[in-house]
Structures are given as C-alpha cells and as structure tokens.
C-alpha cells in the first residue's frame, strides 16, 4: 500500500514539474498582435464573429499562432456558416491555477443554471440556462449529480449534459475534455438538434463550442472557438452572430468564474 502511495507521489511531482518546465509567455503563443487585441484578452477578454460567407478571420488560425491545429479544426471540420473567437487571460503568477482547478471547475455543470445574457428581445438581462444538469449517457437524461472535486486529472473524460435553453428549451450536449498541447481542452457538441417550437433549428452535430486551457506566465490562457450550421431559413430570421457569441460567452464566463472561486 505503501508504495502504491508513493508511486502516485512520485507521478505526481513528475507532471507537475513537466508542466511548469513549459510554461509558455502569451506572445509566444499569439505574437504581434494588435495593441488593442492584446489589451482587450487581458482586460474583459476579445470576442470576435465571422462567417464562411466573408472568411473566417480567426486569431488562433494565423501562420504566426502556437494553437494546436486540432483545437480549431475540431469546430471547422464540422463546416459551421458561423464561427466565434474568444480569447481571455485570467492574470496571475504561475502555480496559481492549476490544470486540476480548470478541470474541477468544469466539473460544476449545475452551475450554469441561471447565469444571464442581454435579450435584445426582451430588453433585460436573463438567464440563458434556466436548468443546468448531468445526465446519465445519450440515451438516458435522468438527473445525476456532479461528482466531488477530482485529485488526478483522467487521460480524456466524456459527460452528458441537459441544458433548458432560454430559446431551444430541453437542449442536450456531449462534453469531452482530454489533455492536449500544454494544456486541457473541454468541447461541447450538441447530440440532439437544437428546436425552437418543435422545428430543428441547429441539427445534432451542428453546434460546437472548443475550449482550451493553459497555464501560461501571465496567468491562464483560455482560447474558445463556437461554430454552428444553421439553415438559410432560419439564418434569415435570428442573429445568428449574436445567438453564438452570447451562448460561448456564458460557457466561458462560467469556466472562468468556477476557476477563480474555486475555493
């Protein structure tokens, strides 16, 4: 038992060193940017909409960028007409945030419940995920509860979770996280189609949202890309733009939110 102990120990002290042995700076990883870009991720983060009609014109895709190819194309391979960029620093010294913080932080999928947009249409601020749980699999949405906080991160992870959509109603989502890079990334993929009145509006498969964590020098990295295929029909009809960004802001404004008050 004993040296069952301190074999975990020693593995460990060993991912935590090989961690910290390479940490990266932010522009090594997103160098020359804009000084306004640059100052926006370090203040209330930079969000950016763009379209397969006009180009994507993404952050994390240019020659001059260190982001895991993987990471982007997992949005784009699924050929969303719509794609956001988001990108955010949560500043701090390294060691302050572990990837075992981002991980439990993104454990907490009740905590999504009630978090608010602003609803042009209601003019207000509301919830835009009224209900917020883990189910069981994709076949079975019985209610489970959200496990305790975890000691060791899992080689990669897969959960299922209902969300009550403000718009979409009952919407039900795959989540999958693994260590990628320096980092962890966590993908939100829609495994049933997103409704609104009964009428798919986002088919299953349709709708991705890719996160990715690092601990960098500065802090905590959080690069996020959403894309979603929607019909002509309905793209004529909603902001299409606004609809993506306001549900990748809230998924990434809770990870942030559970990583800084995670104590």
């Keep these: ?7 975990v120990l020693l593995f460990n002290l060993l991912c935590t060193i090989h961690v910290y042995a390479q940490l990266r700076a932010f522009d090594s990883i997103f160098p020359n940017l804009d000084n306004d870009i640059r100052a926006a991720i370090f203040g ?19 020659s001059t960028s260190d982001i895991a190819p993987q990471i982007i194309n997992a949005v784009l391979d699924k050929g969303p007409g719509y794609v956001v960029e988001s990108i955010s620093v949560i500043p701090g010294e ?14 907490n999928i009740r905590d999504l419940k009630g978090r608010l947009y602003d609803s042009h249409t209601r003019a207000q601020a509301v919830p835009l995920f009224e209900d917020a749980t883990r189910i069981m699999n994709d076949r079975q949405s019985t209610a489970i509860p959200d496990p305790p906080p975890a000691r060791l991160i899992p080689k990669n992870e897969t959960v299922f979770i209902r969300l009550r959509d403000a718009n979409f109603g009952n919407s ?9 890079q320096n980092g962890l990334y966590y993908t939100l993929t829609n495994f049933r189609s997103l409704t609104y009145l009964f009428v ?6 349709k709708f991705i949202a890719q996160l990715y964590f690092e601990p960098i020098n500065e802090g905590t990295l959080i690069y996020s890309i959403a894309g979603a295929d929607i019909s002509d029909f309905f ?29």
């Design 44 to 62: 209330d983060g930079y969000l950016k909409s763009s379209r397969r009609t006009t180009g994507f014109n993404l952050i994390g895709r240019a």
């Design 200 to 205: 798919p509006v986002i088919r299953e498969e």
């Design 172 to 180: 039900f989502y795959r989540g999958e996280m693994a260590l990628i």
């Design 94 to 107: 390294p060691g302050d945030i572990t990837l075992l913080d981002v991980y439990n932080a993104l454990g």
């Design 1 to 7: 038992m004993l040296k069952k102990i301190m074999l």
């Design 235 to 263: 793209a004529s009809r909603i902001h299409v733009d606004s609809a993506i960004s306001k549900r990748l802001g809230v998924i990434t404004s809770w990870a942030i939110d559970g990583i800084v008050n995670r104590n």
